[in-house]
């Protein structure tokens, strides 16, 4: 077995190497290689372990071409346009000149000091580039992959992702096509890497960036954004809501190998100064093509909370917590009028089909802590996201559906089984769940309880939670600590969904541990900086990391060593089909052998 | 609502406030305070947390009297013998001449550089105490916590942990004299303030801590086991195995107000120099009788790692990880003879029903990775572990069992299942489990995922895991974290569970949250000098800690703002029972009434 396929083998061929990564000195022993496809140009990234027992596992990858030695990435210039070509031949989409970027965009209001107003374009100083949209109107005219999959088409994108995960191109048409699963990849997003989330594939996760009104700047939004998706994030989540929001977004789609969603609410709020009830339909539209323009990939939409639901939350312990819900829930109280998300969903859905954008159907009445788990308000809510759902899908709008929040274990299920059963299996995209409300400082742990838990049953995007979740702003060190419990509870999910190949990464980190391999451990552990830092605090010296003990017990008591020793000792014979007799000869024999070789259990340092 | 009992309402009476706790510069809100019993000197602690609301939420505490300003202690003392009273008051027991404290107690094979043994008395300064055990033998003669409750006693360690669990005594008694719950308390361990182990009650955090071959040191362990009880360890296992077994026990039982567990075969493995093949009953017997004048309160056991189940492990991917189990594994090897511990099993239980020491019944073949999760060599253990569980039962020995270890997720709740039909709902201690092994220096999370888990479907007691698992010894921080893991888990299970008043603490955090009550949020928080530091990091200044919005939106778009402004303006008016007309009337009025006071869904600061 010299090519372990561990979690995604990305296909039977043999990944193609870059070279050593660019940390060199600490990451021995990883590579960024890629796996070829069928097309020019449709090489799929995937992170190469190599062990020093001469085996490889090949990892899932969602680091980009910054793990890349051979890729010279530049902020300032974005990434290459991977897309591109596949966009450009398929022929049904033209560059226009898109809707002109104004100072409000920004969250300005008004004139610079210095007169006139700021040169937007000149902020992010990479390539000027036209928008591009669906040349053709309706529902036929959708340039999205919802459509291509019902036409039978098997696009470059969807090749990509059957490379990712390990599955024909025909399974993953087939589940976009059903609407069990989408692609995200808006027109204008074209350095995106194709990714899927469905329940048929592995369980991805979102980590949330975005500076607000107290903290934060454009430039650090970006660095968490590379951040995230080097410690495994599958998308970003850009919900910045102070000033500089275009311009932020800008830089993230620009420098993004992964999707990024947005809710456009916020932004359209900024547009009416935070006065929720000045919002209209116009204003928000406006601020959907904007980022569709931009290359957002899937935009959350409040459309749920309906103007007969907001009652519904009013005697509830924690109200409103989701932003976007108490927003249209504060707009349709003020106007005493149904929301005008709800009221012109058809036409949003246009819009999306023209740029490829994916729905998250926004679950604004979440509960906010596990008293409101699983009421009428929620539920409500949920009954309309369905059919919010089989208008877009109608529509050739991918759509996913987000779900809660907070929820005590034993109402997990309920969630995803009612989901999964109102919205037609479409993705189901969950916040957590938070299994208990008790520990501020620590919800990435209750909420990464609950996420394993709904993600086994079959949720396809979990959405992060960090340690300062209802404390703060995460920083970078929260951001990691969130994917990293978020990575546990997707993979831990799909090895209990018995996703092929996931199990795999487990079994080679478990023989690296019984085998001593200390390094392996590292360099196949999810995190194998901390690892690595953890067990030198112990035992600082380089020949440890080749002892072979473990530095709980130390040399003398270590039970792996002992259970190596048997494992030796009754090496080549299996006990599997064999009689009692059989075994019970056995046993007398290896312990004779044993008792001849001196009854030693610890084997020798040297050994 | 003045008295609001979360989680565990110690009783209908008021606890009695000792005043406020040690920190009070950091603490102020929260206080030591005791619930009387009927008995004399019975008095239970509780943690009273006082809002800024004038309610106040009644906690289970076990940080003992290390927390309360009215006590002076005292580590070269020890604590006050709360138990001795009733133990001395039951007459069943004696005082007499304990086996001599020998320097090969203490790792010590040599006499000293300066000539003769090191005076072993000298090393813990406390008062000198007789050891006690049960004045006549047999089954009878049994001085347990089973015995008792099966001849329709309540003692007072029954009254004790009513009051702690919030149920009658005799539900307490009942379950106890079935065999589905342990009270562990040793006669010789007085200073330990009662709990009890069971799924019919809270589920119980046990944190591990002992120093190695490789570092640690006596005072380290005793910091390690008050501040593992002060973060919320219900039980605490010292598994020393280095110099100073003998004597770091002594310190650690002296001072520890929660039941002390060990593993005798390591420290009987110390005294023949680490050769496994060279334990003897005689030996193994001799430090269990050590132990349990010391005062230890519950033993593990690796009774059932049979000689002809130690080839079933062979061919495992990661052998045998216990270190118990592997000791055991090998010593049957050596001699090709059934376990010692198998074999005596009843002169065994006739020692710890002397000084009711309740067994752990170990899970030597436990899997060390999930692929040997659910196999042949743990469920033939299982099996009997279930056998000696009835064995123990019937001599009157409170018992435990413990369970795995490395589990994906969908094969846990065979687990349970099967542990409770073979074992005849003895309480279940398990170790995580595990739900995946690919993220060493997280394994805190990834079997925190599984604890919580388990714990709903039945299990009574959780081993902690901290991040150090697999890597090296915990220190301070990685002790607090693995102990605040496993609250979580052990938590989020009892509210899954519906345990009476475990959702309240949720509750009244749930109410501070939404209310914008920082410092209640804080005081009610698992950890709140963590809380409060996350959220000083973006809002440091104090008035922030009353500002009405969260660090993560800022003052303009926090969604608890807008919601709480909808809830006040529904005010009063429930919209439960209410038609759908009534509703439509009730909300074009609200409207209108919104609309009059001007649209503010943010609420000024001064509000």
Redesign the interface.
């Known amino acids: 077995m010299t090519n372990k396929d561990a979690r995604t083998p990305a296909s039977t061929q043999k990944p193609t190497e870059a070279s050593v990564g660019k940390e060199a000195g600490k990451s021995i022993g990883w590579h960024k290689a890629y796996v070829e496809g069928t097309r020019p140009g449709l090489r799929v990234p995937v992170r190469q372990v190599h062990l020093t027992n001469g085996q490889s596992v090949t990892l899932y990858d969602t680091s980009g071409p910054y793990t890349d030695p051979l890729v010279d990435t530049d902020v300032r210039r974005g990434l290459a346009p991977v897309r591109e070509n596949w966009i450009t031949a398929r022929g049904d989409t033209e560059e226009y000149t898109g809707r002109p970027v104004r100072p409000e965009d920004d969250g300005i209001r008004h004139t610079s000091p210095r007169g006139g107003l700021r040169n937007l374009d000149a902020v992010f100083p990479g390539r000027p580039r036209q928008p591009r949209r669906g040349r053709a109107g309706g529902v036929s005219g959708a340039v999205t992959q919802l459509a291509y999959a019902r036409r039978g088409e098997i696009t470059p994108e969807m090749e990509y992702v059957a490379i990712r995960e390990n599955v024909s191109p025909e399974v993953v048409r087939e589940e976009i096509a059903a609407g069990r699963a989408v692609l995200p990849a808006n027109v204008n997003h074209p350095e995106t890497e194709p990714m899927i989330i469905g329940k048929r594939f592995l369980v991805k996760v979102n980590a949330n960036i975005g500076n607000?009104?107290?903290?934060s700047s454009i430039e650090e939004e970006v660095e968490k954004m590379t951040w995230a998706t080097r410690w495994g994030a599958d998308t970003v989540m850009d919900l910045s809501?102070?000033r500089n929001i275009h311009t932020t977004r800008e830089w993230v789609l620009r420098n993004s190998p992964v999707p990024i969603g947005t809710v456009p609410l916020?932004q359209a709020?900024e547009k009416v100064d935070?006065?929720?009830?000045e919002l209209t339909w116009e204003i928000y539209k406006d601020t959907v093509i904007e980022q569709a323009e931009q290359g957002v990939d899937y935009m959350t939409v409040h459309a749920g909370v309906r103007?007969?639901y907001?009652?519904?939350?009013?005697?509830?312990?924690?109200?409103?917590?989701?932003?976007g819900?108490?927003?249209m829930?504060?707009w349709c109280?003020?106007?005493?009028k149904e929301s005008f998300l709800y009221e012109n969903f058809g036409e949003l859905c246009e819009i999306l089909a023209a740029y490829d954008v994916t729905y998250s159907l926004g679950d604004g009445l979440r509960p906010?802590?596990?008293?409101d788990a699983n009421d009428e308000a929620q539920f409500a809510e949920l009954r309309t996201l369905g059919e919010l759902n089989r208008i877009a899908r109608r529509l050739n709008v991918q759509t996913m559906i987000e779900g809660p929040g907070h929820v005590?274990?034993?109402k997990i299920k309920e969630n995803i089984d009612l989901q999964q059963e109102i919205c037609d299996e479409a993705p189901f995209y969950t916040l957590g769940p938070l299994?208990?409300?008790?520990?501020?400082?620590?919800d990435?742990?209750?909420s990464?309880?609950g996420a394993?838990?709904i993600a086994?049953w079959g949720t396809a995007m979990l959405c992060y939670v960090t340690?300062?979740?209802?404390?703060?702003?995460p920083?970078r060190d929260d951001v990691k600590t969130g994917v990293?419990?978020y990575?546990?509870?997707a993979?831990?999910?799909d090895?209990?969904?018995?996703h092929p190949g996931a199990?795999e990464?487990?079994?080679a980190?478990?023989?690296a541990?019984?085998e001593f391999r200390w390094e392996d451990?590292?360099n196949?552990?999810?995190?194998p900086d901390?690892?690595r830092?953890?067990?030198d605090?112990?035992?600082p010296a380089e020949p440890a990391k080749t002892a072979h003990f473990?530095?709980?017990?130390?040399?003398?008591?270590?039970?792996?060593k002992?259970?190596?020793?048997?494992?030796e000792?009754?090496?080549g014979?299996?006990?599997?089909g064999?009689s009692?007799e059989e075994?019970?000869e056995?046993?007398?024999r290896?312990?004779?052998e044993?008792?001849e070789a001196g009854?030693r259990?610890?084997l020798p340092l040297t050994d």
């Not at 196949?524 to 995190?527: G, I, S, T, V, Y």
């Not at 002992?562 to 494992?567: E, P, V």
Request: with cysteine; aromatic share 8%.
């Open positions: 607000s009104a107290v903290t809501t102070g916020y709020l935070g006065r929720a009830e103007l007969a907001v009652p519904l939350t009013a005697h509830r312990k924690t109200g409103i917590v989701s932003r819900g108490s927003i829930a504060a109280l003020a106007h005493h906010g802590s596990i008293a005590p274990m034993h299994t208990t409300d008790v520990a501020p400082a620590y990435h742990i209750t990464g309880i394993a838990m086994w340690p300062k979740e209802h404390l703060g702003l920083d990293i419990t990575k546990i509870a993979h831990a999910a090895v209990a969904k018995g199990q990464w487990d079994d980190l478990s023989d541990r019984f451990q590292f196949l552990a999810l995190d901390t690892a830092e953890f067990h605090k112990t035992l473990c530095s709980m017990c130390g040399p003398k008591f270590c039970s792996m002992i259970s190596r020793s048997i494992t000792r009754f090496g014979t299996s006990a599997e064999a009692a075994i019970a056995g046993m007398l290896k312990s004779k044993f008792a009854n259990v610890y």
